[in-house]
């Protein structure tokens, strides 16, 4: 049997489109785009530019407020650090949630450190914040609130637009992982409120290595201090040479999504309709976080009395994970699962299914087989 993937929230199969988009400039227009005294730096920096544009597009923001980087967890890294650095002499207060991706939760650790205050909102058994919760945990010094849009283990999205809401009338600033959100769902900055954004490429079916950070210019204007020198590359924000061939491929990435984006979803739905509601009628099955306010792609399932791990190395075909790849490797239950109240024995019992622009309704009807045949002789 074929290896069937679905496993896309940890990352995505780069789109055929997207890799000639970048073939080009991994040959022959191999210019850097800071070389400004000849035709080579002039193509590199116009195709970054153009990128740049797209990017922009895709969650309504101008141009000028896209910030090139290496991923979403350097993003995150220069977001709240940069804005730490910059304003903790108005405050040391930052709120975040309890479900967050963890280059957030490791960030604010650091800052702990460096004498930051981190204030954890709690979410409920849907995977939902609490806004009269948020509201009442906002001060004078808070500097910086963190929500995560759209998360990566259960898919659940979060109120952005409430949200900013009680933060701007607090006079704070809003920050979001769109990591998840970016290429599956529509996400505008403006109507949302968002005033710094994360986005990642290889989520989107780009390449690895290359991702967006958003930091808005007006209303608000929000600055951030460097946390990379060497150069004054991306408005002295971010140094170092720009991954010309990454930014051309997350910019095709991007020009895709928000053209193909509704019809991918309508269709990625009902594959993950139909593969919950027929592995669910095997046994006592069910569906962790809110099942009206997710990603269209994204499942998280729990087998009670059954180690998801066992039931994973029965079918080592099918690529699957049972948490965050980034914690993956560390033997602990999810922190996401746990912090929406599932006991350490659901949260070890549970099974996120991720599916793509690439996934076949055949391939969901084999694992639907697969799923019966082994929870049936569990």
Known sequence: MQPIYLDNNATTKIDDRVLKAMLPYLTDKFGNAASSTHSFGWIAKDAVEQSREKIAALISADSSEIIFTSGSTESINLAIKGVYDLYHRKGKHIIITASEHKAVLDTCKYLEKQGAEISMLSVNEAGLIDIEE???????????????????????????????????????????????????????????????????AHKMYGPKGVAALFVRRKGPRVSINAQIHGGGHEKDLRSGTLNVPGIVGLGAACEIAAKEMKDDAVRISALRDKLEKEIMESGN??????????????????????????????????????????????????????????????????????????????????????????????
């Open 285 to 378: 099955i069910s569906i962790n976080g809110d099942v009206k306010q997710r990603l269209p792609n994204t499942s998280n399932l729990c087998f009670h009395n059954i180690k998801a791990s066992g039931l994973l190395k029965k079918m080592p075909e099918i690529a699957l994970a049972t948490g965050s790849a980034c914690t993956s490797a560390i033997p602990q239950p999810s922190h996401v699962l746990m912090a929406m109240g599932l006991t350490e024995e659901n949260a070890y019992s549970s099974i996120r299914f991720s599916l793509g622009r690439f996934t076949t309704e055949k391939e969901i009807e084999i694992v639907i087989s697969k799923f019966k045949e082994h929870i049936k002789s569990n």
């Open 134 to 200: 948020l509201e009442n945990m906002i001060r004078p010094d808070t500097i910086l609130v963190s929500v995560i849009m759209a998360n990566n283990e259960t898919g659940v999205i979060q109120d952005m637009k409430k949200i900013s809401e009680v933060v701007h009338n607090k006079n704070s600033i809003l920050m979001s992982d769109t990591t998840q959100a970016c290429g599956k769902i529509p996400v505008n900055v403006n109507e949302l409120g968002i005033d710094l954004l994360c986005m990642s």
